[in-house]
């Protein structure tokens, strides 16, 4: 590890050295390793800076670990004897290693450590000793990003670095985006040729970095002057930048029908369940947001009772909330709207009192502040495609559970017993009742599936947005736009109209603006009704008139 | 007709005990304190909190044996995140149950609602949260930050420290991010910031689709200067704002975001893990280590029953506000409005911050800025803090409109919008 | 519902009708003939409280009219009711005048502030109270023209046409809160100084504006009545019962329909230009869907199709609200609620079906 330079990190080492000699102790080998393991301990931010220096200077085969260790957040002090551990937290408690020897303790509680806070500038500090040791690492990907962090502001350094390793490197994508980092820095060089050459040959990599430096040779300055005195350049650059915008454009476009489509799958999971209560029952169900929040609310419940394993409970809340959230929504068929058939205008009465009564009860259990459900490991971050298009996990998963749920639920209806009975019911109650289909026990399986689906929306929910009592207002009317607009009684209309209020919502906002994006999709809702009183997939026959 | 008559007769009776229930007063040998936070609607997240702080602190008091050899009783009220009701409830306070102070408000809408009202009755109104200034009411005390206590310092440290070149100003539609953006466009223009290195963003309260917006400060930061975003965004926006930068990739490292309505209670329902490193501007952390703040946790702890709760800056902002009040109420030796009013000024109390702020004659407080980290703990770690603590300025020096305006509450301008350059005093009710 | 309608006496419209005349003239007179200190002198806060639920009334009542006669779930009645509220507060900001916070003769403080030049177009006028009063009926009354003219011209019912109106004030929701539309965004208009030269906090003022609120509340019930009566009120009705029936007897029924929302339209919008002054501030969360599905609860609470039932229903569910957030502020959700399922579930006919149903038991 000699890439060190004395020039740099010299002062600490040296004020680390007087201040050694003047104590006079006899110096083992792990003196000045406690000494700067100390500092870190200590409160202010300086010290610890000047610590984590002078762990680097020691160049001990520890301070890698440890500054990674650091650096992730699992460094702590114990709180009783004031050792430094690493630690992996295990259920309520941590697997703590000794972080001078590596030797194994005993495990700990979590309330007696206590963890080593980091600032964003001695995160970058360290990300950045810890990525110039990467370079060297085993895995190919640590290395890319090794290469790629160096981007951001590269030194002479750093270069050598570089072309040192690109000597050796076997990895061919690594191999690739050092020459990147090379053909940069030979843009600025003083050879005019050597510049066109590596613009030219940049011009085929569409990277983020090659579109910074392409925009910086064609920018002016505050007076009005090119940055860049040689016009050739300019020229080249420029044209350079053109033929990488087209291609950035479709990636905005791709981009843009993702944003879209992770919109419509929102409206369409928070509609679908609304799409049964009031599309084939025919209840207006204000309750439906607050079914929603039921859904949420179990997902973080059961995240309370398994606080070290996200993924499992997000995955077990799916069935859960559709369980919780479908026995309430019997409850709430049997207890209230049963009586209420026939006088579809005052089930929107009941069931707002019900949503009233929902949102305070969560807020008198849970209290009214929002409760914080953590998001699984698998679905943080984003699927970095390339440089310009990247889609988040998240989003993307949510989509694909929508698709799910929907295609679930239409075959639920298209081949089960209940579907068909439900199917039946929503045709034609009398006759329905006529051929032997018990129909107040169907009213109470439709609803509680509609509600039970609502449930496993809200678990989706709880991943993207806030999980507090007005969960449920905020989804509400969206959705009934939705159903609307799809067609009351047709769930393809459902998924159909969600997605394409999605995808023209991120297609205005650009031009629009967030607000008014929204406005001119509500304006499009009202004048698209007017052409087609019956949304887009209107019902067909005698139950169209009812 | 009879019969008409009859039902009138009862219906006229049921009303006209309705109407004595309105009126009645009782006079009790108690000093009664009125607290008007939403406690169900979109503002009982936040404002919740404030209503039992109050009642911590009244209950409090009272153990140390009340105030001017009266007990302390709260009056608690639930305008439901409605503002007109806010209005009507402030009047309630104050002409039903006759209280002596009202400890409430938090969003400018609800305040601006009960601030006529307030003025009218000649009340005493504490309003303990964050706010755009361009005010300052005879009857209202501002214990919460005004612009130049928490946005300018922000910017400042983001400029000097991490050498910040281009800037995202992104808000929720409504007058406190308005004002808030427009003083610093105006502040970074002034420090030589072009326009096009300043990008502002708006979007409506409650705001949950962040994906284009992300993706636009994404693109803008992107460009090779050091970018920060300055959130003015406001409560349950926040979650989705900042899981959507964590999702799409954008850290405190590259892009920091400093946020001036993200505390230790909204933290305590987010998953934190996207937003570690990112900055709040506040006067108050619970992570502030002095004695006075651990017995403050510690109380606050006891009452509530509940060791994982937290405190954050409003309810500090209540905290001196009610012992000023209860100090100035000492001074005049009594409650009546107009004689605290006056002693209010030049009132001195302690922070939890080990500064001591005072009641300046502008009707706002002196605090010191501190600027934190969020851990993943959902607590702050200071990383910057002004050396003493600064004025409280209601009308603000970056606005041209403003500038020549200022407040004071003290003979001979008693004035809250008083012109320097007119020498006249305008925007008064009385 | 039929039975309803024909046995349901004029004995209880008559007792509401007298109510409402002695409330009116009672408390103003009280208020004029005795000094402050006396006990039976009505508080500023009670008689702005009264004033705000007759103008809540007027807004039930209107709502009635469409939705109880002519069966138009109107879910967005609150945005009529919001904009003649706007345009009276236009009027009252703009007799700030000068005194304002920034002292700008002309431009309200808000504009002021985000920089506004001039006055925009659509705030001329509004200085005349005369104009203003004029814009109250007719600014809600030409949406509802337009909106009314699309949707039942190409027959968009039922609840299709619930929620569309519900569409339509939420996109003024959202509309109003943009602070770039001139209407002062989330904080919208409020610190109202004068009306008419007479200081709006005056207790003269207050009574008036209580004196009109139930004027136009007994006179709006009377009109409303003598319509329902007329020929034209049983053509609606018969709409409500039958749609394709009335059509096919010759009647454009959208014309009728048509008529009707714009009357009620209009209605709504006094009830907002009464409102605002008494309350002392408008925004755009009088836009919010929930603040019109609130409409359609009182009205529900009271019995739709009686037209007093909606005044009783915005009366006692008002008063409800306004006693219980000051008695019991966390639990006051679960009684609102658990009321407007047991009135939904044991009371079809609401609170009026009730007391039909005790005098009936009571004759017997």
């Known amino acids: 590890m000699n890439f060190f330079s004395i020039t740099r990190y010299g002062l600490a080492s040296l004020m680390l050295c007087v201040a050694l000699s003047a104590h006079g102790e006899p110096k083992t080998l792990n003196t000045p390793l406690l000494e700067a393991l100390t500092a870190i301990k200590q409160g202010s931010m300086t010290q610890r800076e000047q610590a984590i220096n002078s762990l680097v200077e020691l160049k001990n085969p520890r301070s890698l670990v440890i500054l990674q260790a650091l650096l992730s957040g699992k460094l702590f002090i114990c709180k009783d004897d004031d050792k430094l551990v690493i630690g992996e937290p295990n259920e309520q408690t941590y697997q703590i290693r000794d972080a001078i020897d590596d030797a194994p303790l005993a495990p700990i509680n979590a309330e007696q450590v206590s963890k080593i806070n980091l600032t964003n500038k001695l995160r970058s500090q360290l990300r950045k000793i810890i990525g110039e040791l990467e370079l060297n690492a085993e895995q190919a990907d640590t290395r890319l990003a090794a290469v790629k962090a160096m981007n951001q502001d590269i030194d002479e350094r750093m270069l050598e670095l570089l072309k040192t390793r690109l000597a050796i490197e076997p990895d061919a994508r690594v191999k690739q985006a050092i020459e990147n980092s090379l053909l940069l820095q030979k843009v600025d060089s003083v050879d005019k040729n050597e510049r066109i050459k590596a613009i030219e040959q940049l011009k085929t990599q569409a990277n983020l970095s090659v579109v910074n430096k392409l925009k910086s040779l064609i920018e002016k300055d505050s007076d009005g002057q090119f940055a860049e005195a040689d016009s050739d350049i300019r020229n080249l650059a420029e044209a350079a930048l053109a033929k990488i915008n087209t291609q950035l454009q479709v990636y905005s476009a791709i981009e843009t029908v993702f944003f879209g489509l992770s919109l419509g799958a929102v409206l369409v999971l928070s509609a679908i369940g609304l799409a049964i209560t009031f599309g084939v029952m025919g209840v207006i169900n204000m309750a439906h947001g607050e079914l929603m929040m039921i859904g949420a609310y179990t997902t973080y419940v059961i995240q309370q009772i398994l606080p070290n394993q996200l993924g499992l409970s997000v995955i077990l809340a799916i069935p859960a909330a559709f369980v919780i959230a479908g026995l309430v929504g019997i409850a709430i068929e049997r207890g209230i709207i049963r009586f209420l058939y026939g006088r579809p205008l005052e089930t929107l009465l009941a069931t707002f009192g019900i949503s009233l009564f929902l949102q305070q009860t969560v807020r008198s259990i849970f209290s009214p502040l929002n409760r914080s459900v953590a998001t699984p490991e698998w679905m943080s971050g984003s699927w970095q495609i390339n440089d310009f298009l990247s889609l988040t996990w998240n989003r993307f998963y949510i989509l694909i559970f929508c698709l799910l749920v929907f295609v679930l639920l239409l075959q639920i209806l298209k081949h089960t017993r209940l579907g068909l009975e439900v199917r039946a019911v929503a045709q034609n109650r009398r006759m329905a009742k006529a051929m032997g289909i018990p129909t107040a026990r169907v009213d109470a399986m439709t609803f509680g599936l509609g509600s039970g689906i609502a449930g496993v929306a809200g678990v989706a929910l709880s991943q993207i947005t806030n999980v507090g009592p007005n969960l449920g207002q905020s989804y509400i009317v969206d959705s009934f736009m939705v159903v609307v607009f799809g067609g009351v009684g047709n769930l393809l209309g459902t998924l159909v109209a969600g997605f394409s209020l999605g995808i023209a919502n991120k297609f205005l906002e650009p031009f629009a603006g967030a607000v008014l994006a929204k406005i001119l999709v509500l304006i499009f809702i009202i004048l698209f009704i007017q052409k087609r009183p019956r949304g887009l997939f209107p019902q067909k026959g005698r139950a169209a008139d009812s | 007709m009879k019969n008409y008559l009859q039902t009138g007769k009862k219906l006229l009776g049921v009303l006209a005990i309705s109407a004595a229930l309105f009126g009645t007063a009782q006079a009790e040998d108690t000093i009664k304190v009125g607290v008007l936070h939403s406690l169900s609607g979109t503002m009982a997240i936040s404002e919740t909190t404030l209503k039992d702080t109050m009642l911590m602190l009244i209950d409090e008091q009272n153990k140390k044996g009340g105030l001017l050899g009266k007990k302390l009783e709260p009056v608690v009220v639930d305008p439901a995140s409605n503002w007109p009701l806010f209005a009507e409830k402030a009047r309630e306070l104050l002409t039903k149950d006759k209280v002596s102070a009202i400890f409430g408000c938090w969003t400018s809408v609800s305040r601006k609602s009960v601030l006529p009202v307030i003025e009218e009755l000649n009340g005493i109104l504490f309003y303990p949260v964050q706010y755009e200034g361009e005010e300052s009411s005879k009857n209202v005390f501002y214990t919460g930050a005004a612009p130049n206590q928490q946005a300018i310092p922000a910017v400042d440290y983001l400029m000097n420290d991490l050498k910040v070149k281009r800037w995202v100003l992104a808000g929720t539609d409504y007058v406190y991010p308005r004002t808030t953006n427009k003083i610093l466009e105006a502040y970074l223009k002034a420090k030589g910031v072009a326009k096009k290195d300043i990008m502002i963003n708006y979007t409506p309260f409650g705001h949950s689709d962040w994906q284009s917006i992300v993706a636009d400060i994404k693109k803008f930061g992107s460009a090779g200067k050091k970018t920060a975003v300055v959130s003015t965004i406001n409560g349950d926006a926040n979650v989705p704002f900042y899981k959507e930068l964590g999702n799409q990739g954008v850290s405190a490292e590259n892009i920091p975001v400093v946020a001036f309505s993200v505390g230790e209670e909204e933290l305590s329902g987010i998953d934190t893990k996207p937003l570690v490193g990112h900055l709040a501007a506040w006067n108050y952390f619970m992570s502030i280590d002095t004695t006075k703040n651990a017995e403050f946790i510690k109380q606050w702890k006891d009452y509530i029953k509940n060791p994982k709760r937290v405190t954050n800056d409003p309810m500090e902002a209540h905290y001196i506000g009610f012992n000023m009040w209860v100090k100035a109420v000492e001074k005049a030796g009594t409650t009546d409005p107009d004689a605290v009013q006056k002693a209010m000024i030049g009132i001195e109390y302690p922070n939890l911050t080990g500064g001591v702020s005072k009641m300046l004659p502008n009707h706002h407080i002196t605090k010191p800025v501190l600027i934190g980290e969020i851990q993943d703990d959902g607590q702050f770690v200071t990383v910057w803090q002004t050396n003493k603590l600064v004025d409280g300025d209601a009308w603000s020096d970056f606005l041209p409109e403003s500038k020549p305006i200022i407040a004071d509450w003290t003979a001979p301008i008693n004035c809250g919008n008083f012109n320097t350059k007119t020498k006249k005093c305008s925007g008064q009710n009385y | ?364």
């Open chain 3, 1 to 364: 519902m039929k039975l309803l309608a024909s046995s349901l006496t004029d004995k209880t419209y008559a007792s509401v009708l007298l109510t409402l005349l002695a409330v009116t003239f009672i408390i103003p007179l009280c208020n004029w003939l005795t000094p402050t200190d006396s006990p039976l002198h009505f508080s500023a806060y009670t008689v702005s409280l009264i004033g705000k639920y007759l103008s809540f009334a007027l807004l039930g009542l209107s709502l009635d009219l469409v939705w109880g006669y002519c069966g138009i779930l109107a879910l967005g009645h609150g945005a009529f009711f919001a904009l003649g509220g706007y345009a009276i507060g236009m009027y009252l900001m703009r007799q700030i005048g000068s005194r304002g916070v920034y002292g700008d003769p002309l431009l309200p403080d808000f504009m002021v502030f985000l920089n506004w030049q001039e006055l925009p177009w659509y705030w001329f006028g509004f200085n005349h109270f005369g104009f203003a009063l004029l814009m109250v009926v007719l600014v809600p009354g030409s949406l509802a023209f337009v909106f009314g003219w699309l949707a039942f011209r190409s027959r968009v019912t039922g609840v299709y046409l619930s929620i569309i109106t519900q569409a339509l004030t939420y996109a003024l929701l959202l509309a109003f809160f943009r602070n770039e539309m001139g209407f002062g965004g989330n904080n919208g208009l409020t610190d109202f100084k004068e009306i008419l030269g007479f200081s709006i906090q005056s207790e003269a003022v207050r009574s008036t504006l209580f004196l009109l609120s139930g004027l136009a509340l007994i006179i709006a019930l009377i009109t409303c009545r003598w319509l329902v009566n007329t020929k034209l009120g049983r053509v609606i009705t018969a709409i409500r019962d039958q749609e394709a029936r009335v059509r096919f007897l010759g009647y454009r029924v959208e014309l009728f329909k048509l008529w009707i929302f714009v009357f009620a339209a209009m209605l709504a919008g006094i009830a907002g230009a009464l409102y605002v002054p008494q309350v002392g501030i408008i925004n755009p969360s009088e836009f919010s869907p929930l603040n019109s599905l609130e409409i359609v609860i009182w009205v529900a609470m009271g019995g739709r199709g009686t037209l007093y039932g909606a005044i009783i229903g915005a009366l006692v569910v008002n008063y409800c609200k306004t006693v219980l957030t000051g008695l019991l502020p966390d639990a006051w959700l679960y009684i609102l609620g658990g009321l407007f399922i047991v009135v939904t579930v044991l009371l079809p006919d609401g609170i009026v079906g009730l007391i039909q149903r005790k005098l009936k038991e009571q004759r017997a």
